[in-house]
């Protein structure tokens, strides 16, 4: 692999990061609320938090703009390296969206879970495989109540479409997007494992 694609690759993930760390909920929300989403609910600053807090117009708010700055950095990464690397430039930039609205520089690295960020990048970079592994992750959430078990379903189907039909390198960078979940979630999940979770959106 040449300097060109090792640096494109890691330009795309920087980007992703750069926007990912503009949390919509944790910029916005005070200013219209006048309450952060780290002071109520699970203190997360994610559009289900928000939802179920403050209001569905401001969950929806927090939603669309964590999806906006998911796309971003994914045209930006494809317009500038997609004819050298190809549309794999957009999962780099999707995974450096969801480190950035995880682990925000400016925030002390606390952000919230990733969600919105993963199915934002997955959907753009696989429009069938990742609109059916986010559906998954919706069904489990309907079925079981629980939000941290929908959230991991959603990058474990796709990292195992991944490595059968979109090759080994979207596979690892869908595999880096399930652990970097599993990380944000395992408080949850361990509430869900031990009885102590409650059945709804957190």
């Known amino acids: 692999m040449n300097t060109t694609l090792i ?8 980007l992703g990061y750069c926007f990912g760390c503009l949390l ?3 910029i916005v929300i005070p200013k219209l609320t006048g309450r952060s989403p780290y002071k109520y609910g699970s203190h997360n600053p994610g559009a289900a938090n928000v939802a ?18 998911s796309v971003i950095p994914c045209v930006i990464a494809y ?32 952000g919230g879970k990733g969600v919105a960020a993963t199915c934002t990048s997955i959907i753009f970079y696989a429009p069938l495989a990742g609109t059916l592994s986010s559906a998954a992750g919706l069904l489990c959430i309907l079925v079981t109540g629980f939000l941290p078990l929908g959230a991991i379903v959603i990058p474990a189907v796709f990292t195992v479409v991944a490595f059968l039909t979109l090759g080994a390198e979207c596979g690892l960078l869908s595999l880096a997007s399930l652990i970097l ?14 009885g102590e979770e ?3 959106f957190r």
């Open 181 to 194: 979940m599993l990380i944000a979630h395992r408080e949850g999940l361990r509430k869900v494992r031990d």
């Open 79 to 110: 317009s500038l390296f997609g004819d050298c690397i190809g549309r794999i430039v957009i999962m780099y930039a999707g995974l450096g969206a969801v480190l950035g609205h995880n682990y925000p520089f400016w925030h002390r690295f606390k």
């Open 24 to 26: 919509t909920a944790a």
């Open 52 to 69: 179920a807090n403050a209001g569905l117009p401001y969950g929806a708010l927090v939603l669309v703009g964590d999806v906006v700055k």
């Open 7 to 14: 640096t494109g690759r890691a330009i795309s993930l920087l």
């Open 198 to 200: 409650l059945k709804k």
